[in-house]
């Protein structure tokens, strides 16, 4: 009987035949594309504007009256992805109804898988805003509001809005500078920073710190899971609560003050003459102030009870493991 063996440069060749095929075929239609559309919409009187984006950032401004400029930038990945560039350029997600806009919605006929729509808008200041990204940052500059913006994934940065603002973001900071209205602002994870702010503001974070600067009277509502807060000019009722983290307030009590921090100590400073009644507690720590107490309770180097200047609005300041400083 004959075995037959085959000849081992025959089978080298046939490896370096393979390679050589592999090397020289075509690769798929895949990779990346870009593309851009641009409209310039007549508007009358005030715009009420709703965008969105899946994947991508998006820049709201301030510019002439009477005209709402949309530039946009698309990119796709993939299988197809010059084919859905040109659809979205050729039919782009935009609608209006008088002064009533939408933008970015309308998308359901095209494949929006790895793809993202960038926007930047040029509108007039008496605009009223709702944005939303589920994965991009966002800024927003010197509109009128009310702005209503959030974000899955990505920073927000509002800048001059007249009115209300309401942000949240489930994984990013946010930053307010001079705003005229009521703050509402809530991050998952990622610090929250106002400056110029002419009323209270209502703010939490499950991670990261809160820095607040007031300008004018209002009420404050601030909390941190973990984090630190930082609150200056308060001019109003505070109620501030950080579970790991420490708490630092500084205005005027026009209201009633009620600090806790379950892990962190509590500095509470007060404008010249303010006048207040106190009660200061922390379980390891203790209490020291460079103010007048006037003792009408509990006095001891971790409890405090009494009244400054006569007395006033109730401010209390606890925490379970670390110290508070009255000035």
């Not at 095929?21 to 895949?30: D, G, I, K, W, Y």
């Not at 607040?212 to 973990?226: E, F, R």
Request: aromatic residues 2%; hydrophobic residues 35%.
């Amino acid at each position: 009987m004959h075995t037959s063996r085959s000849n081992p440069s025959h089978r080298h060749l046939a490896v370096a035949a393979l390679a050589l095929a592999a090397a020289l075929t075509p690769p798929a239609a895949s990779g990346s594309a870009h593309g851009r559309f641009s409209r310039t919409l007549k508007v009358t009187g005030a715009v009420e504007l709703d965008i969105q984006s899946g994947s991508g950032s998006i820049h709201v401004h301030h510019g002439a009256d009477g005209a709402v400029q949309i530039d946009a930038t698309v990119l796709a990945h993939g299988l197809g992805a010059d084919s859905r560039i040109q659809a979205i350029e050729g039919n782009p997600p935009i609608e209006q109804r008088g002064n009533s806009l939408r933008i970015g919605y309308g998308l359901d006929s095209t494949p929006l898988h790895d793809i993202s729509i960038s926007y930047e808008v040029t509108v007039p200041r008496q605009t009223s805003l709702v944005s939303r990204s589920g994965s991009g940052d966002q800024a927003v500059e010197d509109i009128l509001g009310p702005a209503e913006v959030s974000a899955g994934s990505g920073a927000i940065r509002l800048e001059k809005i007249g009115g209300e603002i309401r942000a949240s973001a489930g994984s990013g900071d946010i930053s307010v500078a001079t705003c005229g209205g009521a703050l509402h602002l809530q991050s998952g994870s990622g610090s929250i920073t106002v400056t110029g702010a002419a009323r209270g503001a209502e703010a939490s974070s499950g991670s990261g710190d809160l820095r607040i600067t007031q300008t004018g009277p209002g009420n404050d509502h601030l909390n941190s899971a973990s984090g630190s807060i930082y609150l200056e000019g308060a001019n109003g009722s505070v109620d501030a609560s950080s579970s790991s983290g420490g708490i630092s307030i500084q205005g005027s009590p026009a209201g009633p003050w009620q600090v806790r921090s379950v892990s962190g100590s509590i500095l509470a400073a007060f404008v010249h003459g303010a006048s207040f009644d106190l009660s200061a507690s922390t379980i390891s720590g203790k209490v020291d102030s460079e103010l007048p107490v006037t003792v009408t309770g509990e006095f001891g180097p971790r409890r405090y009870r009494g009244s400054i200047h006569g007395g006033g609005p109730a401010v209390k300041l606890s925490t379970v493991s670390g110290s508070i400083r009255i000035r």
